[in-house]
């Protein structure tokens, strides 16, 4: 029976449809997961620059707000105080003490200039002074090089900035807060169309506390922490530049009780908002200040590169190597990246996706990579044995149907003429009894060891185990081995070894006797045209085992066939009729009833030719 190889070609087919369909669901599988851990990744990097964001307002607030709530007196270079001395002269006023202005004693590194600017473009600033003015500063503690550097920065100023420029690019109308947002709130993000300014519900103030509590201690003002402290903390998973505006307002807000509306000298003075802006590439942060004859504008130049700095240093430990770029136009705002307090937004290279080799969805991918390769794998080696079984089966059937056929013929044919008195002589009558006995014989081995192979197929059963000693087991068998030899011209030689003659022990003799009788059989089939006309059954104890060896002078076997020796059904109804007669099942079944006897059965070659087959079971101790 040739195998069936369009079992073969289905089996192909199916398997590779289930390896392209688990391919392609492996390539989405593995996108998605990129995809995921992209998605990932992005959320970290957004929450980490929410923070950085809200870490850098809290920086910027106590510096813009400070200069914010600065009253537009105080852009004069000097002031009188209110307490005054008698002069030493009857009837003469008080001269009031002259005091300089704050912004010259008191500056910020973070401003490098104060300035003040009228319709006529007219620029002052109470850190530039001339004459003097300069002399009477210096006297009071000024240092005459900050006058002087200040004045080359007002002459710079002046000279590149107009107020007109200026002017147009002021918050019109004053307001409740002090500061105002560089763009309008309700701008939308080119970006990002689809993100509005708008749309945020949350608690400022508590969003405010998160980032005073995730800030360093030196980057926190006391009021600014005296704010919003014991309020709840929510969690940080937004980051809307609204939040952190009105944060800036709210903190401005109550820097400045009110709107700056004064009266100086009987004129009604009212103070804008300030707003910080680009003028080239100076960051200016201005206001309008009304009077009722005209418009000024007060306010300073910032220290853009120190203030860079020190909110690149606030977030080094959460964006390590960003940079803020200047913002002058409202298409060049991302929302995500841009800053409440001044004009000007992140920078940040998305980062790569990593590669991760065991996420969860890569590890469950190689258990079904797996489990699919040992089904695949297993089903071979099933449809393999069940074709390579049904092969052997149906050579096993051609096999028995050759050996029946011969004997059934043998009968037939004797028993007919025997019927018949068709053989007058008594000794022909007796021979043909004869070979008719030997054929029955015959098929009632062949029928025992296919029913005794059934019976092992089935499962193991108990057999019927006696204690007796080697010398009584082998007397049992020794005259039907004799026989058998004698049938096949050969002469059986039974050597036993006196110290295990009385060995005693407990096996199955039956399953014994079928064990050799099989050996002595395939002997006599094999080696019938061998000129060495003996067999040699040795029987002996070692290592606790004892042995039984069946050997012939035979022409041994062919080192092909070693392989499927103790294979079931190995032998094709060619090879039958070829060879000698069989079916290919007794040492099968010898080396099964071995297994059940606790031993094995093994082949060698034989020195001078021919074939050896041990048998050997453990002796138990039976004393």
């Not at 009253?71 to 001269?95: I, N």
């Not at 606790?544 to 041994?556: A, F, I, K, M, T």
Request: hydrophobic residues 40%.
């Amino acid at each position: 029976m040739k195998r069936p190889w369009h079992f073969w070609t289905l089996f192909i087919a199916a398997l590779a449809t289930v390896l392209s369909a688990m391919t392609w669901l492996t390539f989405m599988a593995l996108d998605l997961d990129r995809a995921e851990i992209a998605a990932r990744q992005q959320a970290e990097l957004e929450e980490d620059i929410s923070r950085a964001l809200w870490r850098m307002e809290v920086t910027l607030m106590p510096i813009l707000a400070k200069e914010a709530a600065r009253p537009s007196s105080a852009y004069a270079p000097l002031a009188a105080t209110d307490s005054g001395e008698k002069s030493p002269h009857h009837g003469e006023l008080p001269t009031p003490p002259i005091e300089l202005s704050p912004l010259l004693t008191n500056r910020s590194k973070y401003v490098l200039l104060n300035f003040e600017v009228g319709p006529a473009n007219k620029w002052t600033s109470p850190q530039s002074l001339t004459g003097s003015l300069c002399a009477l500063a210096c006297r009071n503690g000024a240092s005459i090089a900050e006058i002087q550097q200040c004045t080359h920065r007002l002459d710079a100023l002046r000279g590149t900035v107009e107020y007109k420029t200026l002017f147009e690019r002021l918050p019109e109308d004053s307001q409740s807060a002090s500061t105002s947002l560089p763009f309008d709130l309700q701008a939308t993000n080119p970006a990002d169309p689809t993100q509005t300014l708008t749309n945020n519900r949350m608690d400022f103030n508590t969003l405010q506390l998160q980032v005073l509590q995730d800030s360093e201690p030196e980057t926190q003002s006391p009021e600014l922490t005296n704010t919003y402290v014991n309020r709840r903390t929510p969690s940080r998973n937004r980051n809307d530049l609204q939040q952190r505006a009105a944060a800036l307002q709210t903190y401005s807000q109550q820097s400045i009780p009110a709107e700056q509306v004064l009266a100086v000298g009987g004129d009604t003075v009212r103070e804008g908002v300030s707003r910080p802006v680009w003028i080239g590439s100076e960051l200016l942060f201005a206001r309008r200040v009304e009077t009722h004859d005209d418009v000024r504008i007060q306010g300073c130049v910032l220290n853009w590169p120190a203030i860079k700095q020190q909110l690149l240093e606030e977030v080094d430990d959460l964006l390590p190597g960003i940079d803020i770029e200047p913002v002058s136009q409202l298409e060049q705002v991302n929302v995500s990246r841009m800053l409440a307090a001044l004009p000007a937004q992140l920078v940040i290279t998305n980062p790569s996706v990593p590669q991760v080799a065991w996420s969860p969805m890569r590890v469950s991918l190689w258990i079904v990579w797996a489990c699919l390769l040992l089904v695949a794998v297993g089903a071979g080696v099933l449809l393999h044995g069940v074709l390579q079984l049904s092969e052997r089966r149906g050579a096993f059937v051609s096999a028995v149907t050759h050996e029946l056929r011969t004997p059934l013929t043998t009968f037939r044919m004797y028993s007919e003429m025997l019927a018949h008195d068709m053989v007058p002589d008594p000794a022909r009558r007796r021979t043909y009894l004869e070979t008719l006995r030997r054929e029955a014989d015959r098929l009632s081995h062949l029928v025992e060891n296919v029913l005794s192979y059934a019976r092992l197929e089935r499962g193991p059963t108990r057999r019927g185990h006696e204690r007796l000693t080697v010398d009584a087991m082998l007397q049992r068998m020794t005259e039907r081995l004799v026989e058998r030899a004698e049938q096949a011209d050969m002469q059986l030689a039974i050597r036993i070894d006196p110290e295990t003659r009385d060995r005693r022990l407990e096996t199955d003799p039956a399953a014994v006797e079928q064990i050799l009788f099989n050996l002595v059989d395939n002997a006599c089939k094999y080696a019938a045209a061998a000129d060495h006309r003996r067999l040699n059954l040795e029987v002996y104890e070692s290592d606790g085992l004892l042995r039984l060896s069946v050997e012939d002078y035979g022409p041994g076997v062919a080192a092909g066939n070693v392989r499927k020796l103790f294979r079931p059904f190995s032998k094709a109804v060619d090879d039958a009729a070829d060879s000698t007669p069989g079916v290919g099942l007794g040492l099968a079944l010898c080396r099964r009833l071995a297994h059940e006897l606790g031993g094995r059965l093994d082949f060698a070659p034989h020195p001078e030719g021919g074939a050896i087959f041990f048998l050997e079971f453990p002796i138990p101790d039976l004393t």
